[in-house]
């Protein structure tokens, strides 16, 4: 469903607005006959998150370029979703991850088969080579992806997905595995996978390259903060099919009522990243007793001193979440709240080490050690972005008075206009003796005298009739329209300005991305 951007307004024409009507529950209206319905900009992103649930892939066509009197506004498709790539969109719970899988079955009916998971707002990347078909079956329902890939001429597996689960049929070369394994090489700038512990692998592989295009051309190349893939070591962990997990009741009730599961009785964490790691425990216990005993050693320190539990789990309510931070930051939708919020949990974590630090047991030791507060980030951070930025990045105000030099000129500059407009205002009411003078901006026709039409016969012979409205009329003179374009073209400037200024703090963000990822 194409989303286009009018003013205030997010427009769907023909086809894609009567599904959209029925979707959304929107007015269906028709103009010279074409099949029109209306989404206001500001509340988009819930009938978004409808459409995504609803298993719809949704392309956002926006104004690209600011608004300026007589011109019209360029537009251009900046984001395309699917229930698997949704980056920058708040669809599930905060502790639930929102899995993109994609599975191929190399070599022909009688092959192995090939099995790759991303979360796209995280960047985690898994891959998997099942044993057989039924294998390969039930790691589609026990991990419950929102989206699944499949060959177009792969015709059984389409069958496997549960109901709430989108199929999207992908051109078959995309998960051919030299083609895939360059596809990933070339993402991740590496020669070879192996270093990734993926030697070996060959179905694996192209599922993971055909997802891995898929999320890119999807996000428009969006895609810096993902992880290199993962591969499943069956000597690692335990693994519980979809029907134990289900009889169980480790994630969720087997009836309605009463949340009787196991998540809901032991979840007590902070922050999301670690409810969904405890998940991830839950789902996937460990088989190792060196390793288990590592864990309850690493809780044991905390239990025997509940100071510090009480201190630590209050320093951890300081974090956001770090992992989805870094994928909305990655994608065009990142705004500078992103920015800021990071800078905050930058600056929380050095407590949160410290307290690592201090408790007993190895794995404690490993979480300070893997910690990276890029104190040098934060303070820039702290430095350019405002404290109140706003959420629309082209609004501007998101870079702080005093942190460039240019942007300073340029608001300046701004500043001095919006005076001398407010000094001409006061001059003219003196002037003309017509009490209700104003001078006001208009997005399509600027700056404006607007003077009642009882008073129009006191307009002086050097007022140039602009716009008639209702009640008034509007007039420029040679000088406003000269301090116009002195405005305006400070105005843009500046929110150009802003822009680079905002990619230059993004980019510094994404370049410390494999540090972030690890704390």
């Not at 992103?45 to 066509?61: D, F, M, P, Q």
């Not at 993902?226 to 979809?242: S, T, V, W, Y």
């Not at 008075?401 to 005076?419: C, I, N, S, T």
Request: with cysteine; aromatic share 6%.
């Amino acid at each position: 469903l194409l989303l286009f951007r009018l003013g205030d307004f997010y427009e769907l024409f023909f086809g894609d607005a009567e599904e959209g009507a029925r979707l959304l529950h929107l007015t269906l209206t028709k103009r010279n006959g074409v099949p029109m319905c209306g989404l206001p900009y500001h509340a988009s992103e819930g009938y978004i998150t409808k459409l995504l649930h609803a298993g719809r892939r949704v392309a956002i066509c926006d104004q690209v370029s600011e608004p300026k009197p007589g011109q019209m506004v360029e537009r251009a498709i900046t984001r395309i979703l699917s229930p698997g790539c949704a980056v920058g969109v708040d669809l599930s719970a905060p502790k639930l991850p929102r899995w993109l899988a994609a599975a191929w079955r190399g070599g022909g009916r009688n092959g192995a088969w090939g099995f790759a998971l991303l979360d796209a707002t995280t960047g985690d990347f898994r891959l998997a080579e099942p044993a057989d078909e039924v294998s390969c079956r039930e790691e589609i329902r026990r991990t419950q992806p929102a989206e699944l890939l499949l060959e177009e001429e792969e015709k059984s597996a389409g069958d496997w997905v549960e109901q709430g689960v989108a199929v999207t049929r992908v051109a078959d070369w995309t998960f051919e595995e030299d083609t895939a394994r360059r596809t990933l090489c070339d993402h991740f700038r590496v020669q070879s996978l192996d270093g990734f512990g993926c030697a070996g692998l060959g179905p694996a592989i192209g599922a993971a390259g055909a997802l891995l295009r898929y999320l890119t051309e999807t996000l428009k190349g969006a895609g810096r903060h993902l992880q290199p893939p993962k591969p499943f070591r069956p000597e690692e962990c335990l693994r519980l099919d979809a029907a134990t997990q289900r009889n169980l009741e480790l994630l969720a009730p087997a009836g309605a009522g009463t949340d009787t599961s196991l998540i809901r009785a032991i979840d007590h964490t902070v922050t999301a990243m670690g409810g969904r790691e405890l998940r991830g425990w839950i789902q996937q216990p460990l088989r190792k007793a060196e390793e288990i005993r590592a864990r309850h050693e690493a809780v044991e320190a905390f239990l025997e001193d509940a100071g510090v539990l009480d201190e630590f789990r209050d320093s951890l309510k300081e974090v956001r979440d770090l992992a989805r931070l870094l994928g909305r930051i990655s994608t065009p939708s990142g705004s500078a709240r992103d920015l800021l919020a990071l800078r905050l949990t930058l600056e929380s974590l050095p407590r949160v080490q410290k307290l690592a630090q201090e408790a007993t047991g190895r794995l404690n030791g490993q979480l300070a050690k893997s910690m990276d507060c890029e104190p040098q980030l934060a303070a820039e951070l702290a430095r350019g972005v405002a404290d109140e930025p706003p959420a629309i990045v082209r609004e501007g105000g998101m870079i702080r008075d005093g942190y460039d030099a240019v942007l300073d000129g340029h608001r300046e500059a701004m500043r001095e206009g919006r005076k001398w407009i407010a000094d001409l205002q006061a001059r003219e009411v003196e002037r003309t003796g017509i009490k209700s003078l104003k001078i006001r901006f208009n997005q399509v026709f600027g700056y404006g005298i607007e003077v009642t039409k009882s008073y129009l016969d006191r307009v002086p012979d050097g007022y140039e009739r602009k716009q008639t409205l209702a009640q008034a009329e509007r007039f420029v003179t040679r000088e406003l329209k000269e301090m116009e374009a002195k405005i305006l073209g400070a105005e843009e400037k500046a929110v150009a300005r802003e822009l680079e200024l905002f990619a230059v703090l993004k980019e510094k963000v994404l370049a410390k991305g494999p540090s972030l990822q690890k704390t």
